[in-house]
């Protein structure tokens, strides 16, 4: 729950969270909804000639949506200054991530899928703020000159989910 003065004037949860004047557009309540909405903000970076990037970031339960692939490949069709960022826990709410797709890491998941040049993703270590910082450079740097680019950070979830998913059958 959150303050009605606050940021998301109450209402719970990072999908709320929304700064226009900081250029922080939030998440969205449904899985994996808010990639399209950063690539279409990264048309418009990229449309005014602004130099910046977007993040774009979901979670590896998101990774088989159909409108996370159609972003990126109007992405790579347009050479969108955007960063993918998928938070890899290798588990979806209440199972293993591995059990929805053929390959178990999603860089290659994707590389399949759209036959990608490993130059458009990296894997990191998600747990590691100073790998984080310095793929995130690297990203900026690439997707500003490139295009997007997909970034795997490799992390751990300690719990469940969400209430309703206590997280504890599921993980290896």
């Known amino acids: 729950m959150g303050r009605r003065a606050g940021c998301s004037?109450?209402?719970?949860?990072?999908m709320h969270f929304y700064k226009k004047d900081s250029r922080f557009f939030g998440g969205h309540g449904i899985v994996g909804a808010q990639v399209p909405l950063g690539c279409g903000l990264a048309f418009a970076q990229k449309y005014s000639k602004e130099g910046t990037v977007s993040f774009a970031l979901y979670?590896?339960?998101a990774a088989n949506q159909g409108q996370?692939?159609?972003?990126?490949?109007?992405?790579?069709?347009?050479?969108?200054?955007?960063?993918?960022?998928c938070e890899n826990n290798h588990c979806k709410c209440r199972m293993d991530s591995?059990?929805?797709r053929k390959t178990g890491f999603l860089f290659k998941h994707f590389g399949q899928s759209f036959g990608l040049n490993k130059s458009l993703?990296?894997?990191?270590d998600g747990m590691d703020v100073l790998a984080v910082k310095q793929a995130c450079k690297f990203a900026k740097e690439y997707a500003l000159q490139n295009g997007p680019i997909?970034?795997?950070?490799?992390?751990?979830?300690y719990h469940g989910h969400s209430i309703s998913d206590p997280g504890s059958t599921y993980r290896g």
């Open 59 to 61: 979670g590896d339960g």
């Open 9 to 14: 004037k109450g209402k719970g949860g990072s």
């Open 121 to 124: 993703y990296e894997q990191v």
């Open 150 to 157: 997909i970034l795997e950070m490799d992390t751990y979830r």
């Open 68 to 85: 996370l692939f159609e972003a990126l490949n109007n992405s790579a069709l347009w050479d969108l200054p955007v960063i993918l960022v």
């Open 98 to 100: 591995g059990r929805g």
